[in-house]
């Protein structure tokens, strides 16, 4: 398996729960690194441009004002398989079908308010970081 980073995005949900501590400790535990991480408030512009490639999905309007709704912990995780390792660490979208021991099964409230975000390809990968991330803000190995 190669080394890869991926993004990771803590949700409004899982923020104002006070979470990020335990989630931080399920990349840890899952053997992710973290290399760079920020807290920001979107804004409705880039709320949408992250998620373009739903916008002609019914959700997406709900999805968009979820995403607004309060602060996210934004972060690249780095390590062996990580865009995989990093949806196994997140269980399935929608909480109720997600396994035992995942992080949307112990933090998820519902489809919508799921918890996390994770890049579901090395490609996808590279364009969210990039969206959030400006390559001398990842510091990974220094
Ligand atoms: N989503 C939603 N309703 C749905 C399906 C998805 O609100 O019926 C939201 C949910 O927050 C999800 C995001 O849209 O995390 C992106 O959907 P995707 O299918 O890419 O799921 P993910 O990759 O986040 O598991």
């Known amino acids: 398996m190669a080394l890869e980073r991926t993004l990771s995005i803590i949700k409004p949900d899982a923020v104002a729960k006070n979470v990020i501590g335990p989630i931080y400790s ?4 899952g ?3 973290i290399i760079a991480a ?4 979107l804004s409705r512009a880039e709320a949408e441009g992250f998620y373009a490639v739903h916008r002609e999905r019914p959700f997406f309007n709900a999805l968009v004002e979820f995403m607004i709704s309060g602060p996210v912990m934004v972060q690249v995780l780095e390590g062996e398989g990580a865009v995989l390792k990093n949806r196994d660490l997140m269980g399935a979208t929608n909480p109720k079908e997600a396994a035992a021991g995942t992080i949307r099964a112990d933090f998820a409230d519902s489809i919508d308010a799921n918890a996390v975000h994770g890049s579901d390809s090395l490609e996808n990968a590279a364009i969210e970081i990039a ?3 400006p390559a001398t803000a990842v510091y990974a190995g220094r």
Do not use: A, I
């Open 26 to 29: 399920r990349f840890e535990q």
């Open 38 to 41: 920020k807290m920001v408030q």
């Open 131 to 133: 969206y959030f991330f």
């Open 31 to 33: 053997g992710l690194k």
